[in-house]
């Protein structure tokens, strides 16, 4: 897996490049043109005395990123090494006869996320509205109501008003230098919700709309947390928690995995699948040794583009510094993220006015949402579920949300031609979680760990973005972000 020594002429030319790329980095931005400027020498650059100059662990849409702006930069010595045998990570498609996708991953971006619109456009992959015409099925017990929400999740607006002022104080990417950061981190979203006055009957509604943007239930999210990623969000709750003008307003044609099956096809053979890196050692020498199932590689900086809590699946030697591996070992590793897909031939609720998204108290569905194609060609229903109260036994999980689509829709429900179920937290061991709910307490303790480098590791990934941190968009900007560290870092070596 080695690369062999260079002749003469590559070390010139990788100091060429470097000092290209250093100009682009120091200017801000990748010069596109640089690719073909260098791409003569940048062949030969890689062979250099058999270490690369940059290895990338992840092709998650972080990975990607990374090596795509190294590869605009002119850089041509770098290698991503992913664990899964398909690139994408935490986006996933599921494939549909006919053609279609239908995604069990991340999937919906909307206002303010920038970096992920501008990749889709460089990537040539279309966007389209979510759909959300008509009215919305509420199940509690055994009744059943008909509400139309008009794109957004009917939170209270007094409430969510008070969030989003609060908001305001709390920096997305540093939450830990909030100055009511005493004071906010001491509780959960659940703590502050209790002093809202808000009806009991209103409770399950904000129970369901905290679990599908934070991850995880009230009363395990940290309000300094939640306040953070309502900052991202322009400090306005409703862009978090909507459809119209909100986080779940637009998809990506082709499913939210093509950006990385794109950028991958671009990237050829400089991305090795089915090669989980077990161990790095010498990362605090020029040379780092990462050790994968198929042999070493070495490299001179290492985009890190994984899970924080992943990292604890990879051997360091020596240990990184204590406050690093604190921050890795207290993440919270599992939130509740498991997703389902029924399809059917024809998005039969629309014709009945009926815009085919269900919320439900207390029970196994958390929101169920029309995920048909642009077209609505086929009819297909997406939904987020409660593990606990449904079978992990797919055909029996099936039959149950088919009868509750029925009790929402009427009899055709019961008719599906196919079904998918995916929970994250069983799949396997590369993707263990969906977006991080951090609890209370956890930014002011280990904050300052997130990002700074450990020699020659950097953290990226979405959970170190400076906005929309566990989203794509924050995905793709930590990627930005990684690539232009190490590009200056090599020019400065
Ligand atoms: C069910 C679900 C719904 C979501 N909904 C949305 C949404 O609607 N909108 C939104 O913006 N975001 C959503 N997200 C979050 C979004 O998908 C993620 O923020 C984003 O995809 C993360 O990208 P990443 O590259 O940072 O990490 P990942 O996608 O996790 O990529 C990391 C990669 O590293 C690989 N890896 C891990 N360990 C190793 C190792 N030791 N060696 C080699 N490779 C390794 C993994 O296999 C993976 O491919 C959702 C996520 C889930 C799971």
Not at 81 to 98: F, M, P, W
């Amino acid at each position: 897996m080695e690369e062999k020594s260079p002749p003469d002429s590559a070390n010139l030319a990788r100091r060429q490049w470097l000092k290209c790329a250093g100009v682009a980095a120091a200017a801000g931005g990748l010069v596109l043109g640089a690719r073909q400027a260098n791409a003569g020498t940048a062949k030969a650059e890689q062979k250099l005395d058999g270490v690369f100059d940059v290895v990338i662990i992840g092709a998650g849409l972080a990975g990607l990123t990374a090596a795509r702006d190294l590869q605009l930069a002119g850089c041509d010595s770098f290698v991503v090494l992913e664990a899964r045998d398909r690139v994408g990570g935490r986006t996933l498609n599921y494939n549909i006869e006919g053609g279609y996708v239908s995604e069990v991953g991340g999937q919906w971006i909307g206002p303010g996320q920038t970096a992920v619109a501008d990749l889709a456009r460089q990537m040539e992959v279309g966007t389209f509205p979510s759909y959300y015409d008509g009215k919305t099925v509420i199940l509690g017990g055994d009744g059943r109501l008909e509400l139309d929400l008009k794109g957004t999740f009917g939170t209270d607006e007094t409430v969510s008003g008070k969030l989003s002022q609060l908001s305001r104080d709390v920096p997305s990417g540093e939450p830990w230098k909030s100055p009511k950061v005493g004071e906010l981190d001491k509780l959960s979203v659940g703590d502050w919700l209790g002093n809202q006055n808000i009806k009991p009957e209103d409770r399950a509604g904000w129970n369901a709309t905290i679990t599908l943007t934070g991850g995880a239930a009230p009363a395990k999210m940290g309000l300094l947390h939640f306040l953070s990623m309502i900052n991202s969000a322009d400090c306005d709750y409703s862009q978090l928690d909507s459809i119209k003008h909100s986080a779940q307003e637009t998809r990506f044609v082709g499913g939210s995995q093509i950006l990385s099956i794109k950028m991958a096809q671009q990237l050829g053979d400089k991305v090795r699948l089915s090669t989980p890196v077990r161990q790095i050692s010498g990362w605090d020498r020029d040379v780092v040794t990462l050790r994968t199932d198929h042999g070493e590689v070495r490299a001179r900086k290492v985009i890190v583009a994984i899970h924080p809590a992943l990292c604890h699946q990879v051997q360091f030697n020596p240990p990184l510094p204590e406050k690093r591996v604190a921050l890795q070992r207290a993440w919270p590793a599992h939130s509740p993220a498991r997703k389902t897909a029924m399809v059917y031939r024809r998005p039969f609720w629309r014709d009945k006015g009926l815009n085919g998204h269900i919320f439900q108290a207390n029970g196994p569905l958390i929101w169920a949402f029309d995920n048909s194609p642009p077209g609505g060609e086929i009819g297909i229903i997406n939904a987020f579920v409660v593990n606990a109260m449904l079978p992990s036994d797919p055909d029996a999980a099936k039959s149950i949300l088919t009868e509750l689509y029925a009790r929402a829709w009427g009899r055709d429900a019961l008719s599906p031609v196919a079904y998918h179920d995916q929970d994250w937290g069983r799949m396997d061991s590369w993707s263990i979680t969906c977006i991080s709910a951090i609890p209370p307490g956890f930014w002011s303790t280990h904050g300052e760990a997130l990002r700074p480098p450990c020699g020659n590791l950097i953290w990226s990934g979405t959970e170190t973005a400076e906005i929309w941190a566990g989203y794509m968009d924050g995905a793709v900007r930590s990627g930005h972000q990684a690539s232009l560290q190490v590009l200056n870092a090599l020019r400065r070596a």
